[in-house]
Each structure stands twice: as structure tokens, then as C-alpha cells.
């Protein structure tokens, strides 16, 4: 948030785009799936968790607009973000920064998924099914 105020938007869409990508492969992680470039990451993400209509459609124009942006902010150097780009981040930023790394911890050990998964000393994989009963009701 402070590098969105002090207008560094390349540097905010950056590190946005980079908190999406690493929630996205955590998430995968808990499937049991292990990728790191950026395409594997967002393909897989679509096809377990989009396409299953576990997360809306929506999320993924959202990883969409956030990997233009911070593809277009690092690789030209003549790029500027535009004020609708900007909304965009400003809107995210807000929305993800009342949330500590320890709350979003918080929250998620609480849910159903992972406190059925949950074995002390085990490392136990939450389903997409657990997740999908989960959020779907």
C-alpha cells in the first residue's frame, strides 16, 4: 500500500501481481502440485479451480489484468500505467491489506479443509474436493 501512495505504481503492480501468483501456487501445493514459471502456474490454477467453478470466472480475468500489467511494467520501459489499471491495484491493495500473513494464516487453519486435513507431524494434502464442499455449501 505505501508504494501504491507514493505513486510507484509499477512497483505496487508488481508486488500484487507476485502476492496473486504465490497464493495461486500455494493453493496448488495443497493439491500436491509443485510448478513454478508463471503459465504452468496460472493454466493449472484455470483448470482446477476455474474451470471446476470453485473460484469464479471473474478471478481469473483478474490474474489476466494483473499479469499484463506487471508483464508490461517490468519488460517496457515506456509503459504507464493507466488510471484504470491504477483503480484496479488500488482496489486490491486495499482489499488485501487488511489482511497480515498471520490473519490470512489465522483464517485459513480455521476452515473446515484444513483443520480435516490436519495431522500434527504429517504432511497431509487438503483435496480439491474438501475445498470445493467447502465453498460451494
Known amino acids: 500500500k505505501d508504494t501504491f501512495q507514493l505513486k510507484y505504481y509499477k512497483t505496487s503492480a508488481g508486488r500484487l501481481y507476485y ?55 517490468d519488460y517496457s520501459v515506456f509503459y504507464e500505467i493507466s488510471a484504470e489499471d491504477k483503480q484496479l491495484i488500488d482496489k486490491m491493495i486495499d482489499k488485501l491489506a487488511d489482511y497480515s500473513t498471520t490473519t490470512l494464516v489465522s483464517i485459513t487453519h480455521n476452515q473446515a479443509p484444513w483443520r480435516d486435513a490436519y495431522s500434527q507431524g504429517k504432511n497431509t494434502v487438503i483435496t480439491t474436493d474438501a475445498i470445493r464442499r467447502y465453498y460451494n455449501g
Open 19 to 73: 502476492a496473486v501468483f504465490n497464493l495461486m501456487r500455494a493453493l496448488l501445493n495443497c493439491d500436491g502440485i509443485e510448478m513454478k514459471h508463471h503459465s504452468g502456474v496460472i493454466s493449472e490454477f484455470r483448470k482446477r479451480y476455474i474451470k471446476t467453478q470453485i473460484m469464479e470466472c471473474s478471478v481469473s480475468d483478474l490474474i489476466s489484468q494483473l499479469y499484463d500489467i506487471r508483464s508490461k511494467s
